[in-house]
């Protein structure tokens, strides 16, 4: 339902002439907001910490592999995958949870594999970009440095088999 609803304003933003970043800001200040609320829960404040984090890291590499300014439709198309890839991943491992335990690592490695395999910068910084995957207790086990766009359609693909 969500990625419904985060499909739709994404949708009426691209209907209507908008700033380059509407969608970046959108997905950064929802996931703000969350990590703000003391009546988040657990599981949303990190999910939405990890997507800030993501997104102020893009958001610096591109200015500094850019300095000239970042294309038109990057960090929103970035932003908007970064949602999708997060909300799909969460999907999976929901219909999964009936299954074998090795059949949901299986799908974990997936979705980790297509976020390594697929960096966005050229980042040798992997203390950084690899936080995330270093920490064994987060519930995103993803890179920073992560295109997200191909790493969606990566996984979709994967899945389709």
Same mark, same amino acid.
């Given at each position: !339902?969500?990625?419904?609803?985060?499909? &739709?304003?994404?949708? !009426?933003?691209?209907?209507?002439?908008?700033?380059?970043?509407?969608?970046?800001?959108?997905?950064?200040?929802? /996931?703000?907001?969350?990590?703000?609320?003391?009546? &988040? *829960?657990?599981? %949303?404040?990190?999910? /939405? %910490?990890?997507?800030r984090?993501?997104?102020?890291?893009?958001?610096?590499?591109?200015?500094?592999?850019h300095?000239?300014?970042?294309?038109?439709?990057?960090?929103?198309? %970035?932003?908007?995958?970064? &949602?999708?890839?997060?909300?799909?991943?969460?999907?999976?491992?929901?219909?999964?949870?009936?299954?074998?335990?090795?059949?949901?690592?299986?799908?974990?490695?997936?979705? !980790?594999?297509?976020?390594? *395999?697929?960096?966005?910068?050229?980042? &040798?910084?992997?203390?950084?970009?690899?936080?995330?995957?270093?920490?064994?207790?987060?519930?995103?086990?993803? *890179?920073?440095?992560?295109?997200?766009?191909?790493?969606?359609?990566?996984? !979709? *693909?994967?899945?389709?088999?």
């Amino acid at each position: !339902m969500r990625r419904y609803i985060f499909l &739709s304003a994404f949708l !009426m933003f691209a209907a209507i002439p908008v700033k380059a970043q509407d969608v970046y800001n959108f997905v950064l200040e929802n /996931a703000t907001r969350i990590v703000n609320t003391p009546t &988040s *829960s657990f599981t %949303q404040t990190r999910i /939405a %910490q990890f997507k800030r984090t993501v997104l102020v890291y893009m958001r610096r590499k591109a200015h500094e592999e850019h300095p000239d300014g970042v294309t038109h439709n990057f960090l929103n198309t %970035q932003a908007y995958y970064l &949602s999708e890839f997060v909300t799909l991943f969460f999907d999976e491992l929901m219909k999964d949870k009936g299954r074998d335990e090795e059949a949901r690592k299986k799908k974990i490695l997936l979705f !980790m594999d297509a976020s390594v *395999s697929n960096p966005l910068f050229e980042d &040798s910084d992997e203390e950084t970009t690899y936080a995330y995957i270093n920490e064994p207790e987060e519930l995103t086990p993803f *890179s920073l440095n992560t295109d997200w766009q191909k790493a969606y359609y990566a996984v !979709m *693909s994967q899945l389709k088999k």
